[in-house]
Every structure is written in structure tokens, then in C-alpha cells.
Nanobody
Framework: VQLVESGGGLVQPGGSLRLSCEAS????????LGWYRQPPGKEREAVAR???????MVEDSVRGRFTISRDNSKNTVYLQMSSLKTEDTAVYYC???????????WGQGTQVTVSA
């Protein structure tokens, strides 16, 4: 099983980025897919999750600015980030949550830096 994130980079405050995470090695249609982030010197935190039926949960800190979506035909989850702030700077990870902890899989992370 492998999850590969892409789309990170350097962006100015107020800008936008779209992260992608492509999963392979399993049927992820019934998995919860999510995005987490770890800011410098801080703990990893949840950002947004999308259920197998498309229902989404988004953390208050990013609600209205970030949108999570999934394309089951491509085994891919996306995070559209807009109105980025310096405090959004972090390594962003995707997580595929299966039916039990041993079926939870993390990507390697992608760096997002918001700076003028």
C-alpha cells in the first residue's frame, strides 16, 4: 500500500494551492481519506476528512478556505487550499483510514510554505 502526496510548495499569503494524494495497493473506496498537517515545532493535527460517501468534516481553523474532495475512480483525495495564511505553513500528510488501525496508511508528506 502506498500513498503519494503532491502539490506542495511556496506560496504568498492569500494564494492558493491544491494538494493531491494518490493511493495504490488496495481498494480505497470504503476508506475514510483525510489530510493532516504538522506545523514547525508543533504536533500533527487534523485538517479535513472525507467519508466513503462524500461527506466531509473540516476543522474550524480552515473552514471556508480549504475544501476536501475525493475521486474514487482514481483512488485520489484532494485538498484545495485558498486564502492561505502564514500559519498554514506545515508538512501536509494524507491518511487512509481502513476498518482497523492496522489498515491505516500515511503518505510521506508534502511541504507547504506560506510566506511573502
Amino acid at each position: 500500500v502506498q500513498l503519494v502526496e503532491s502539490g506542495g510548495g511556496l506560496v504568498q499569503p492569500g494564494g492558493s494551492l491544491r494538494l493531491s494524494c494518490e493511493a495504490s495497493g488496495a481498494d480505497f473506496r470504503r476508506y475514510v481519506l483525510g489530510w493532516y498537517r504538522q506545523p514547525p515545532g508543533k504536533e500533527r493535527e487534523a485538517v479535513a476528512r472525507v467519508m466513503y460517501n462524500g461527506r466531509t468534516m473540516v476543522e474550524d481553523s480552515v473552514r471556508g478556505r480549504f475544501t476536501i474532495s475525493r475521486d474514487n475512480s482514481k483512488n485520489t483525495v484532494y485538498l484545495q487550499m485558498s486564502s492561505l495564511k502564514t500559519e498554514d505553513t506545515a508538512v501536509y500528510y494524507c491518511l487512509a483510514e481502513g476498518p482497523a488501525p492496522e489498515y491505516h496508511y500515511w503518505g510521506q508528506g508534502t511541504q507547504v510554505t506560506v510566506s511573502a
